[in-house]
């Protein structure tokens, strides 16, 4: 009975640090998805970013060179361009900076989720050592106690065979000493006719 118990509670016990790992890993797997999905939206619109402004510099060279207009037009033309560059600079930045907020979130969000489950699985991992050591330790003093009850039970049946040795030899001795006063009376009550 102690050996399933042990046998079943190191299953559970194993089951449950396996199931710790898994959720480890699963937590490390989406933790790097979405790290992967962070970096893939940053290159992609850096990459539009960057595609947007190099259009925005061929068209503004276009109209430069290709219209005679005054240093004040084409300074103005210039001046467009740069800011709208600079409004798309700050999109991206403020894309960047919020697509990473939502991905610190969710990470931390993650990691609260598996930092309870962590904990449920070494409260649950707690109990069953715990139990694995009561069944182990309830083991081990019944192998220790074994011999000693083999010895109890040989000392249970001495003391009972001394018991019944003595009742009956207090029995044998009692009916030897009625023998012996009948065997004396009789014999007085003899030697008191024949005097007589």
Do not use: C, W
């Amino acid at each position: 009975m102690a050996e399933i118990n042990v046998n079943e509670t190191v299953r559970n016990l194993t089951q449950s640090v396996q199931e710790t790992g898994q959720a480890i890993a699963h937590s490390a797997v989406e933790a790097q998805e979405r790290n992967l999905r962070y970096t893939q939206s940053v290159l992609v619109n850096g990459t539009e970013v960057l595609k947007s402004h190099t259009e925005s510099g061929r068209e503004l060279i276009e109209t430069v060179i290709g219209q005679t207009q005054k240093p004040q037009e084409v300074f103005q033309t210039v001046s467009n361009s740069t800011i709208a560059a600079q409004e798309r600079n700050i999109q991206f930045a403020q894309s960047v900076v919020e697509n990473g907020l939502q991905v610190l979130q969710s990470h931390a969000e993650a990691n609260r989720a598996l930092t309870q489950e962590l904990i449920n699985q070494a409260h649950k991992q707690q109990e069953m050592f715990q139990a694995l050591v009561s069944t182990s330790v309830e083991a081990y003093m019944n192998l220790l106690y074994t011999p000693f009850s083999y010895y109890k039970q040989a000392l249970d049946l001495a003391e009972v065979t001394t018991r019944q040795g003595l009742e009956t030899f207090q029995e044998v001795t009692r009916e030897g000493l009625n023998t012996f006063r009948n065997v004396t009376r009789q014999a007085r009550e003899s030697y008191q006719n024949v005097t007589q």
